[in-house]
């Protein structure tokens, strides 16, 4: 007898759950379900926040994990006309997906690359003298014109043009035809109303964006479109909004959730008071237990430092429409929650607990875990068989 073809759990490749049989449905262990009305729903708002700025769309890192070619897809549908990327594969995904979009690649043009933008036709976020004698070689040479941005650094020290390297092109660009399309610099801290570093950089970005009149500027990300109308410029440039992470740390969260996390329990045991559960035995059942166990772990990005030691609050999961916490330390591949609270039948073998969604956040779980949003969701597991919502204009 063969076995049913199980659904491909691959990143990048999604599953439509009405067509996948029953014994394949019960084969996932976990189902990641991204809202694409609730992306674009997060793209509109951010959008009219920045009027008369154009909005355009982060999508580096496989759009933060919910994949880029739906997510790139649904936002251009919406009216999204310009794409940001890290890297050129990134840039070739986002062109299968748009033929009419601009493209730019945040790592700009890697020596020895420029025919690979002129290809595909994307453009280089050059923020290096170097780098750009390079691509203005390149235009030279085979008449490409297909439009470059400059990056200038105003205090990130990542990447970028110092300001006074930037300044060094004015008399380029006072000449015209200069192949600058976009000049833009990149917030250090964005999500910290108030921190003394915006508005140095901001001071520094509005003598460029005046230097380089004409050419359209752009400094904001996500917490940078809500510091207010002056740092939008012409273009913001949000990713983790998108996305549903709060752009604005200290006041709730103004973006709709994009992103749901289920996760299969694979056993229901039960523990007597004083055992303990998981590696290192740091978790102790302080009163008769019932755990569930999950199919998740930390290979699929539930971070390890998110479980369950003595004394320290974990990470909860939602079982049976009620909060549970986890218990002990997150394994590779499996996580114990304990959901001794639920009535004694709300959950059996084979159901499924939700790890994000049901009020628990990509925010509230980097919490637990120590770290922020964008990196859960970057870290979200190649296992998890990924579902789409919406989108359909
Ligand atoms: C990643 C990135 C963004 C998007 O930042 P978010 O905080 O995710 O909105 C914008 N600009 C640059 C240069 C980036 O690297």
Redesign the pocket.
């Known amino acids: 007898m063969n076995a049913p073809d199980l659904p491909s759990t691959a990143s990048h490749r999604s599953i439509a759950l009405e067509s996948v049989d029953s014994v394949s449905l019960s084969a996932l262990t976990g189902i990641l379900t991204i809202d694409l009305d609730a992306l674009v729903a997060n793209w509109r708002k951010l959008e009219s926040r920045s009027i008369p700025a154009e909005c355009a769309g982060?999508v580096?890192a496989d759009a933060?994990g919910c994949g880029l070619p739906a997510v790139v897809t649904a936002l251009a549908s919406a009216g999204c006309k310009t794409f940001?990327v890290?890297t050129l594969n990134e840039a070739r995904a986002a062109r299968a997906a748009t033929k009419s979009a601009a493209i730019y690649v945040?790592d700009g043009c890697l020596v020895g690359t420029a025919e690979v933008f002129a290809d595909i036709d994307a453009r280089p976020?050059i923020g290096d003298l170097a780098e750009l004698a390079e691509w203005d070689a390149f235009c030279r040479r085979t008449g490409w014109a297909g439009g470059a941005a400059i990056?200038v650094d105003t205090g990130m020290n990542r990447?970028g043009l110092s300001m006074t390297e930037a300044q060094g092109l004015l008399p380029r660009i006072q000449g015209g035809s200069h192949g600058f399309t976009l000049v833009?610099s990149?917030l250090a801290c964005?999500?910290t109303l108030g921190h003394p570093m915006n508005a140095r950089q901001i001071a520094a970005f509005r003598e460029i964006a005046h230097a380089f009149s004409g050419i359209p500027a752009?400094l904001?990300?996500?917490?940078?479109?809500f510091l207010g109308p002056q740092f939008q410029f012409d273009l913001v440039?949000?990713?983790?909004?998108?996305y549903g992470?709060n752009?604005t740390p200290e006041a709730d969260n103004p973006m709709q959730p994009v992103v749901n996390l289920k996760a299969r329990i694979v056993q229901v045991r039960n523990v007597e008071r004083g055992d303990t559960v998981g590696y290192g035995a740091t978790w102790t059942a302080r009163r008769p237990t019932r755990l569930a166990i999950v199919a998740a772990g930390y290979a699929d990005g539930y971070f390890r430092a998110a479980g369950g030691v003595d004394g320290v609050r974990s990470a909860e999961a939602v079982v049976a429409g009620q909060r549970c916490p986890v218990a002990g330390r997150i394994s590779m591949d499996l996580i114990a929650i304990d959901i001794t609270e639920l009535p004694p039948n709300a959950v059996r073998r084979g159901h499924l607990v939700t790890l994000i969604g049901e009020g628990v956040t990509v925010d509230e779980l980097a919490h637990h875990a120590g770290t922020i949003g964008?990196e859960v969701l970057t870290s979200l597991g190649r296992r998890y068989a990924r579902v789409y919502r919406g989108g359909k204009a």
Not at 220 to 225: I, K, R
């Open positions: 982060v580096k933060y940001f890290a945040l976020v990056h990447l833009i990149h964005a999500e752009s904001a990300n996500s917490s940078g479109v440039r949000p990713g983790a909004a998108l992470v752009p964008y």
